[in-house]
């Protein structure tokens, strides 16, 4: 395990750390949390991706910029926070309930369209190097790489997230 990969598990633990310190729910999304579900580190991660409800993206994104993470400032603050520490950057993307109680993005330019009805609601918890996690379902995950190039003109499909669905529907269909 390389030292980028410990570094990357250390802010895990620090952020899960955060939201219960605070009260709040966070759900680790992206390639980590593929690898949570897997139980193992299937490939390098740029970053580390997070969901937090709207409500409370200000409050975890305060206390780790008052612990030494800076905030990278990349979105307008109500689509999502990116912060870096070392080398290692995190980005928590705002989750909301529509009137009629489903999923939705909490803020941006697709702020109330829908999410995966699973996303959260099946609470999964992965686990890697002994550290539990709530993570986004795996069918969830699946179905938000398979339509990112649909909901986002432009937006390509990658290799990463190709073999990404491919675990992940290896790992679901094993008994």
């Given at each position: 395990m390389n030292a980028l990969v410990r570094?990357?598990?250390?802010?895990?633990?620090?952020?899960?750390?955060?939201?219960?310190?605070?009260?709040?729910?966070v759900w680790l999304r992206g390639g980590w949390?593929?690898?949570?579900?897997?139980?193992?580190?299937?490939?390098?991660?740029?970053?580390?991706?997070?969901?937090?409800?709207?409500k409370d993206m200000t409050l975890i994104s305060g206390l780790l910029i008052s612990r030494g993470w800076?905030?990278?400032?990349v979105h307008p603050l109500d689509q999502q926070r990116d912060l870096l520490r070392d080398q290692v950057e995190i980005g928590f993307a705002p989750l909301?309930?529509?009137?009629?109680?489903?999923?939705?993005v909490g803020g941006g330019p697709f702020e109330g369209e829908p999410y995966p009805k699973d996303?959260?609601?099946?609470?999964?918890?992965?686990?890697?190097?002994?550290i539990c996690c709530p993570i986004i379902s795996p069918t969830a995950q699946?179905?938000?790489?398979r339509m990112m190039p649909v909901w986002v003109p432009g937006f390509?499909?990658?290799d990463k997230d190709i073999g990404?669905?491919?675990?992940?529907?290896?790992?679901?269909?094993?008994p």
């Amino acid at each position: 395990m390389n030292a980028l990969v410990r570094a990357q598990l250390v802010a895990i633990t620090e952020v899960l750390d955060a939201a219960n310190e605070l009260g709040i729910e966070v759900w680790l999304r992206g390639g980590w949390a593929m690898d949570f579900f897997l139980g193992q580190v299937t490939r390098a991660h740029e970053d580390v991706d997070w969901f937090v409800w709207h409500k409370d993206m200000t409050l975890i994104s305060g206390l780790l910029i008052s612990r030494g993470w800076v905030d990278l400032a990349v979105h307008p603050l109500d689509q999502q926070r990116d912060l870096l520490r070392d080398q290692v950057e995190i980005g928590f993307a705002p989750l909301a309930r529509t009137d009629s109680g489903g999923l939705a993005v909490g803020g941006g330019p697709f702020e109330g369209e829908p999410y995966p009805k699973d996303m959260i609601g099946n609470a999964v918890v992965g686990e890697l190097e002994s550290i539990c996690c709530p993570i986004i379902s795996p069918t969830a995950q699946i179905e938000i790489k398979r339509m990112m190039p649909v909901w986002v003109p432009g937006f390509r499909r990658r290799d990463k997230d190709i073999g990404d669905i491919a675990r992940l529907e290896a790992a679901l269909r094993k008994p």
